[in-house]
């Protein structure tokens, strides 16, 4: 059995997919133990609440203080964030990391300990539209104005770059005349709340747990 912290931002439907798979598959590989969330009115975490999860929020004003977090440039954010999602994930004995719509990006010594157990969820079909600035409906954007003909989503594992860490699986969606941001993501949510969990899963049987 794998135990795993989702790591949210959000409204938390990916989690809701991890929740629902845990739930009702007895053979399921993985057992989600913390859901931590860098904002603290994500909706995630009444979805983490209602199932029982334990929660925890972290982000620069929890972490820092609030005098040092409006002082702190993004950078020194982040490396406290991710410094203080290692601590929980080690008291935790957490053994992977699920990114399910998480809008910071982890840095420092946390990519190094769970290096090949950190699983990302993008909203393309990378190596295309990755990287800084491309999360969310930035993204949809992006891949409309470009032309592309098919869209999707991608599992991958984290490394110290952004969006470059080896890719898992991938689902893919055709790109529609008139599609607009919002008609193209309802078309791609789908396949992330599959994929989430087909990552997860074959996260776990990679690592033998």
């Known amino acids: ?3 795993i912290a989702v790591l949210v931002s959000g409204g938390g439907t990916n ?15 993985y057992k989600i133990a913390a859901v931590i969330s860098n904002t603290k009115n994500a909706f995630a975490l009444e979805r983490a609440a209602k199932a029982g999860i334990k ?9 820092l203080g609030k005098e040092a977090a409006e002082k702190a440039d993004r950078d020194t954010k982040r490396i406290a964030i991710s410094d203080a999602v290692l ?21 420092g010594k946390i990519v190094e300990v769970y290096s090949g157990k ?3 969820l993008h909203p393309a079909l990378l190596p295309k539209f990755g990287g800084v600035g491309m999360w969310g409906h930035h993204v949809h954007e992006a891949v ?15 490394d110290s770059g952004c969006d470059t860490g080896k890719i898992l699986l991938q689902k893919k969606v055709p790109v529609l005349p008139g599609d607009t941001p919002d008609s193209l993501y309802e078309r791609i949510a789908p396949e992330e709340h ?6 997860t899963c074959l996260l776990a049987k990679e690592l033998g747990l």
């Open 87 to 107: 601590k929980v994930c080690q008291e935790e004995k957490i053994d992977a990391i699920v990114l399910a719509g998480y809008l910071s990006v982890l840095g």
């Open 118 to 120: 950190i699983l990302n």
């Open 15 to 29: 989690l809701q997919s991890l929740i629902d798979y845990e739930k009702s598959n007895s053979n399921c590989p």
């Open 1 to 3: 059995m794998m135990n």
């Open 194 to 199: 599959k994929a989430i969990v087909e990552g």
């Open 144 to 158: 409309i104005a470009s032309g592309e003909k098919e869209s999707g989503c991608t599992i991958h594992l984290v």
């Open 55 to 63: 929660t925890f929020i972290l982000s620069a004003y929890t972490v």
